[in-house]
């Protein structure tokens, strides 16, 4: 039986895009699932190189049915991660939405009962966010943006961090418990990095 990898959702968000790519980096056996928003924010905040330097595969959003989605029904995941997550994309989320290639993965996730960790962007009425080219702009998420993060956090299996150590320790703790559950089940772990 094969280790199982985890998936990683970037949305369109410039809001801590650097420091989820920064902890990509440190982590192994993942794939990375880009919506097509991200693809383009990426380029914007020149980040290309800092996605290339995690050594993950890479999958755009490309067609209407999210092809790559098939992933989640053949096993190959333990855990999806959404950092960073934008108001859009929670917002759909919140309201079961399945139209884009990350918003599909979560209800995938969630039908499969694999585990989710969302990072949303909009965490508090007040927030300074990274703008292209190394500026920084006051923000001010609506109380439908806010609404939003609160639905998301009541669904089954699904964790909704508040910052990056609470998105790092969430993932740290779910792979230790993957890591346990592969042990009993005598998969074998793979610690190269892909
Ligand atoms: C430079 C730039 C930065 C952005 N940063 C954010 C952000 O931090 N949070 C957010 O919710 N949307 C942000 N957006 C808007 C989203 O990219 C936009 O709503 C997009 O439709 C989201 O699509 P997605 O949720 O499918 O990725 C940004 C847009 C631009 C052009």
């Not at 097509?36 to 020149?46: K, S, V």
């Not at 039908?111 to 966010?129: G, H, M, N, W, Y």
Request: charged share 20%.
């Amino acid at each position: 039986m094969r280790a199982q990898r985890l998936a990683w959702a970037i949305t369109g968000s410039g809001h801590y895009l650097r420091e989820s790519l920064a902890i990509l980096q440190t982590l192994q056996e993942v794939d990375i699932y880009l919506s097509r928003a991200a693809a383009e924010i990426i380029q914007q905040y020149g980040f290309q190189a800092a996605l290339e330097a995690t050594g993950h595969k890479v999958y755009q959003d490309k067609t209407a049915s999210s092809v790559p989605v098939e992933r989640f029904y053949e096993g190959v995941y333990h855990t999806l991660v959404i950092s960073p997550a934008t108001s859009n994309t929670i917002a759909k989320m919140a309201y079961g939405f399945s139209d884009s290639l990350v918003t599909n993965l979560f209800a995938q996730a969630g039908k499969t009962r694999i585990q989710s960790i969302v990072f949303a962007c909009d965490t508090a009425p007040e927030l300074e966010s990274e703008a292209p080219r190394d500026n920084v702009v006051k923000v001010y998420p609506r109380q439908i943006d806010l609404d939003n993060v609160a639905q998301l956090k009541r669904f089954a299996d699904t964790t909704v961090v508040e910052d990056m150590a609470g998105l790092q320790h969430a993932i740290m703790a779910r792979l230790a418990a993957v890591h346990e559950l592969h042990l009993h089940q005598g998969v074998q772990v793979e610690h190269t990095h892909d």
